[in-house]
C-alpha cells in the first residue's frame, strides 16, 4: 500500500533548492546583451508636468534610451492603464499612464524610463533628466479630502469622492430605538505595506525569430500579466508569455500590475534587447502599492445580558491617487465586520477617497483586519461597560454551528450572497482559552501586578471568506518516463503550493510524491489561469488538481485492464504502477501506460480511446468558502517606556479539511508576525504635501524574531461542503484578528489607569502618551 499524503505533514517540497541558493528569483535571470531600466520618478505630491528635458541624459556614455510616454509604442502612450476589477459604486474610474503625461498624483509615479549597460550608470542617467514640474496642491488625509473646497488630488475632477455605498440589513432604527446600552468608537487604522523580502522585478526579451515577448516577473498573477501588457501593447496574448519564478514574499501588493512590467515589456519591444528592472527598497516604499488608511465612526446597540440588537455607522477609506484594484479593500471591510456574531440589524456608509498617495490595494486580509478591529473593539466595549468577560460576551452572540449554512444578509465581493458555509465558533473559541490558560489569567495578572508587571489578556474573532473565483486550472499529465508533469496557473510566493497540489495529486492518482514534476506560474503551460490572492489557491487550484488527477487515473485504470487482460474492478493503482488483483498480479508502470496511450504510428485507436494520459480540470467555487477563528494574547506592558512584549500566542483556526498540518501552521505563524507589525510597528507616514516620511526601514520598524512569540495552535476542522475536498483558505487568517487582540491585551494590562484605546499602530510613543493623560507617573511619583 502506498503512502498516503493528504493530511500528513509533509516536509516542503520546495525548500531544499530555497535553502541551498538554488532557486531562481526574477535577479537571477541575465540574458546576453541585456540593458539595466531606473525611472524618473515624481517628487511631487502633485504637480503638472511643463517639460521633459533628457538630452543630457541621452548623450552619456552607456545609455541607450531614455523613454517619456511619448515614446511608449501604441495603445501604451496615450491609454491609462485597465482597472483590474471595476465596480458600478466607483465614481471616479482613474488609474494612472503607464509614463505619467501631463500630471503627477503622488510621490513616486513613474515619469521617464532611462535604460543602459548597469544599473548605476541608469541611476546617474535619471540625475540627468530635467522634468519642469508647475507643484499644486496637494491632499494628504482623506477626511480633508472629503472636506467642501479642499485640493483636488486630480485637477480635472471636481472632487475627492471616488465612490460612496452602503451596506445593510435588518432595521437599525429599531435595533437602536429603546437598546437598553448604546457603545460607541471612532477609530483609526494607519498606512502599511506588505514588505516581502523580495522587491519587485521585471526581466522582459523579444525573440525576433519566434516574435514572442518574454516576461519573467515577481507577481503573484502572471496570467493577469500577460492579458495587461497584451492590452497595453496591442499585442495577441499568445505571442506574450509571463513566467513567475521564485517568487520571495507577495502579501497582495505583487498581485498588482504595474506600470513598470509594462514600460519594461515595451523598452524590450522598442529596443530589441532584453532589458532588466529591479526595485529598490526606497522605491518600494514610494511606489509599491499599500493599505490604509481607514477612519470608522461605528456603534453598537446590545441587550441588558450583551446580546447584540444592532450595529451602525461609517467609514472614510483612502484609496490614494487611482483606484487600480477598484474599491475591493472597503467593501470587503463592510461585507466582513459582522463576524462570527448574530447580528440582528446593520448598516455601513462608506466613503472612498482620492489623496496624493500611491494607491492602497489588497495587503495580507485586504480590508479585514480593519473590519475585525472594529467589531472586536465594539465587543470589547460591551464588555466594559457591562461588566462581563470578554469571551463570554462573545459566547452569547456567537452563530451557532447548528446555524450554518448561515446567510448574514449582505451580498460579499464575488458577488454572491455572503453565506457562512460551514463553521464551529464557540468550539474555536474554546479551544484558544483553553490553549491560553485563560481561566489560570486571573491569578497569573494579580501575582504580576504585585510584582511591578502589567500584564493583560486579549481576544479577537473573525470569519475570512476565502477560495475565491472565478478558477484556477492544474493540467496532470503522464509522460513516458513515468514521471508526472503538473501544470497550473497557480503561484507560489512562500505557500508551499507545490508541495500541497503535490500530496492531492499524489493520493488521487496513486504515484509517488517525488515523482511529480511541476509548472507553477507560467503561461506557456497552462492556457488559463487566475493567481495567488485571497487565500484561494488550496481551494481552487487544490480542488482542480484532485479533479484532474481522478480522470487520469480513470484513464490510467481503462488502459492497464487492456494490457493486463482483467477487469478495470480487478486493478489496484500504488505509487506509480497499475498492479492485477488476481492471478500472478501482473503489474503494469505509468510509462509504459502514457507509451501505450499514443496508439501505433498508421493504426487507429480503439473506440472510446483519447490520446494521452492527461487531463484539464478548472475548479470554479459556487462562492467563498469561510474560514474562520480566534486569537488570544497575553502581554506584558512596560509602563515606563511604552514597550509592549507578547508573552503568549494562542490561536485556534478553522480553514476546513487540512491538506499539511505543517504548511498551515506556518501560514498562521507568518500571518501573526504580520499582524504584530499592524498592531505595534508599520507606519507608512505621509506629511501635509503627501511627502512620505518613513522611507527606509529606520523609520518603518518591523518586527523581529524576538518581537514574535511562537504560537500555540490549534485546528478546528470545519470540512466545507462547497469544494471536492473541503478545505477552505489559511493564508491570511493569522493577520486578520492579531491587531484586535494584541490592542485589547495593552489595555487590557493598562486597566489600573482605566486607558482605552482606538487605534493602530499602538507604538511605545503613543502607550506613554496615554499614561501621562492618565496620570500613571504622577502616581508612580506619589
Keep these: 500500500m502506498g503512502v498516503k499524503h493528504f493530511g500528513a505533514r509533509v516536509a516542503r517540497l520546495e525548500d531544499p533548492a530555497l535553502l541551498t541558493g538554488r532557486g531562481r528569483y526574477v535577479d537571477d535571470v541575465n540574458i546576453p546583451g541585456m540593458l539595466h531600466a531606473c525611472f524618473v520618478r515624481s517628487p511631487h505630491g502633485h504637480a503638472l508636468i511643463q517639460s521633459i528635458d533628457a538630452g543630457a541624459a541621452r548623450q552619456m556614455p552607456g545609455v541607450h534610451a531614455v523613454l517619456t510616454a511619448d515614446d511608449l509604442p501604441a495603445p501604451m502612450a496615450g491609454a491609462r492603464m485597465p482597472m483590474l476589477v471595476p465596480n458600478a459604486a466607483i465614481a471616479a474610474l482613474r488609474t494612472q499612464h503607464c509614463l505619467a503625461r501631463d500630471e503627477v498624483c503622488y510621490v513616486g509615479q513613474t515619469v521617464a524610463v532611462v535604460i543602459a549597460e548597469s544599473r548605476y550608470l541608469a541611476e546617474d542617467a535619471v540625475a540627468m ?173 446590545v441587550e441588558a445580558d450583551g446580546r447584540i440588537r444592532g450595529v451602525r455607522g461609517s467609514l472614510i477609506h483612502d484609496t490614494g491617487a487611482f483606484v487600480p484594484w477598484g474599491v475591493i479593500m472597503p467593501y470587503i471591510a463592510s461585507a466582513t465586520m459582522p463576524g462570527p456574531y448574530v447580528l440582528p440589524a446593520y448598516q455601513l456608509d462608506v466613503k472612498v477617497a482620492l489623496t496624493n498617495k500611491v494607491a492602497t490595494t489588497p495587503v495580507r486580509g485586504a480590508g479585514r483586519p480593519q473590519a475585525v478591529f472594529a467589531m472586536e473593539r465594539l465587543m470589547d466595549r460591551v464588555a466594559q461597560g457591562l461588566g462581563i468577560d470578554p469571551a463570554e460576551v462573545r459566547r452569547r452572540n456567537f452563530i451557532q454551528p447548528e446555524q450554518m449554512p448561515y446567510a448574514v444578509g449582505l451580498i460579499f465581493r464575488d458577488g454572491k450572497p455572503l453565506v457562512y458555509d460551514s463553521g464551529d465558533y464557540p468550539k474555536a473559541q474554546a479551544e484558544a482559552l483553553t490553549l491560553a490558560d485563560h481561566a489560570g489569567f486571573p491569578a497569573r495578572k494579580a501575582a504580576a ?167 484539464t480540470a478548472y475548479f470554479t467555487p459556487p462562492q467563498a468558502s469561510y474560514c474562520s477563528g480566534t486569537h488570544v494574547v497575553e502581554a506584558e506592558v512596560d509602563i515606563m517606556t511604552g514597550g509592549v512584549r507578547l508573552l503568549t500566542y494562542s490561536v485556534a483556526h478553522d480553514s476546513g479539511t487540512i491538506i499539511n498540518p505543517l504548511i498551515v501552521d506556518g501560514q498562521v505563524q507568518g500571518g501573526v508576525a504580520h499582524g504584530i507589525g499592524n498592531a505595534l510597528m508599520e507606519f507608512m507616514k505621509y506629511d501635509e504635501n503627501a511627502q512620505p516620511v518613513t522611507t527606509t526601514f529606520a523609520d518603518y520598524l518591523m518586527p523581529m524574531a524576538t518581537d514574535v ?56 510613543e503613543r502607550i506613554v502618551e496615554a499614561l501621562t493623560v492618565a496620570g500613571a507617573y504622577k502616581r508612580a511619583a506619589s
Aim: charged share 20%; aromatic share 6%; with cysteine.
Design 709 to 764: 512569540p511562537t504560537c500555540r495552535i490549534a485546528h478546528v476542522e470545519s470540512p466545507s461542503p462547497l469544494n471536492p475536498l473541503g478545505v477552505k483558505g489559511a493564508g491570511e487568517g493569522g493577520t486578520i484578528p492579531a491587531a484586535a487582540a494584541i490592542v485589547a491585551a495593552v489595555e487590557d494590562a493598562l486597566s489600573p489607569f482605566g486607558i482605552r484605546f482606538s487605534e493602530t499602530p499602538l507604538t511605545p
Design 129 to 301: 533628466v530635467e522634468v519642469d514640474y508647475d507643484p499644486l496642491p496637494a491632499v494628504s488625509d482623506c477626511r480633508a479630502a472629503l472636506e467642501p473646497g479642499a485640493p483636488t488630488a486630480h485637477r480635472d475632477l471636481p472632487d475627492n469622492l471616488a465612490s460612496a455605498f452602503r451596506q445593510s440589513f435588518g432595521d437599525v432604527d429599531a435595533a437602536f430605538a429603546g437598546a437598553p446600552h448604546v457603545f460607541r468608537e471612532s477609530l483609526f487604522q494607519h498606512r502599511g505595506g506588505g514588505m516581502a523580502l523580495e522587491t519587485r522585478g521585471v526581466v522582459a526579451h523579444h525573440d525576433r525569430i519566434t516574435d514572442l515577448l518574454t516576461v519573467w516577473s515577481a507577481t503573484q498573477t502572471p496570467h493577469i500579466g500577460r492579458r495587461m501588457i497584451a492590452d497595453l501593447l496591442g499585442r495577441s496574448p499568445e505571442r506574450i508569455r509571463v513566467i513567475a519564478p521564485d517568487v520571495g514574499g507577495g502579501f497582495g501588493p505583487k498581485a498588482i500590475f504595474y506600470a513598470e512590467e509594462a514600460v519594461i515589456a515595451a523598452a524590450a519591444l522598442l529596443l530589441g534587447t532584453p532589458v532588466k528592472w529591479i526595485e529598490d527598497r526606497r522605491e518600494h516604499f514610494l511606489a509599491a502599492t499599500q493599505e490604509r488608511d481607514q477612519h470608522w465612526d461605528v456603534e453598537i446597540a
Design 449 to 615: 501586578l504585585k510584582a511591578g508587571r502589567h500584564i493583560g489578556i486579549g481576544i479577537a474573532n473573525y470569519v475570512e471568506g476565502t477560495g475565491l473565483g472565478p478558477f484556477e486550472g492544474v493540467t496532470v499529465r503522464v509522460q513516458q518516463n513515468g514521471k508526472v508533469l503538473v501544470a497550473t496557473g497557480a503561484t507560489n510566493q512562500g505557500q508551499g503550493t507545490r508541495t500541497t497540489l503535490s500530496q492531492i495529486i499524489s493520493d488521487r492518482l496513486g504515484c509517488r510524491i517525488e515523482d511529480i514534476e511541476m509548472s507553477i506560474g507560467d503561461t506557456a503551460a497552462i492556457a488559463n489561469g487566475v493567481g495567488a490572492f485571497a487565500s484561494r489557491q488550496a481551494v481552487n487550484a487544490g480542488s482542480s488538481a484532485a479533479m484532474a488527477a481522478e480522470v487520469v487515473r480513470a484513464r490510467v485504470v481503462q488502459l492497464a485492464a487492456r494490457a493486463l487482460g482483467v477487469p478495470e474492478a480487478e486493478v489496484a493503482i500504488e505509487d506509480g504502477k497499475a498492479i492485477a488483483q488476481s492471478g500472478n498480479r501482473p503489474e503494469i508502470g505509468f510509462g509504459d501506460l502514457a507509451r501505450l496511450s499514443q496508439g501505433m504510428p498508421g493504426f487507429s485507436m480503439a473506440a472510446g480511446d483519447m490520446p494521452g494520459l492527461e487531463h
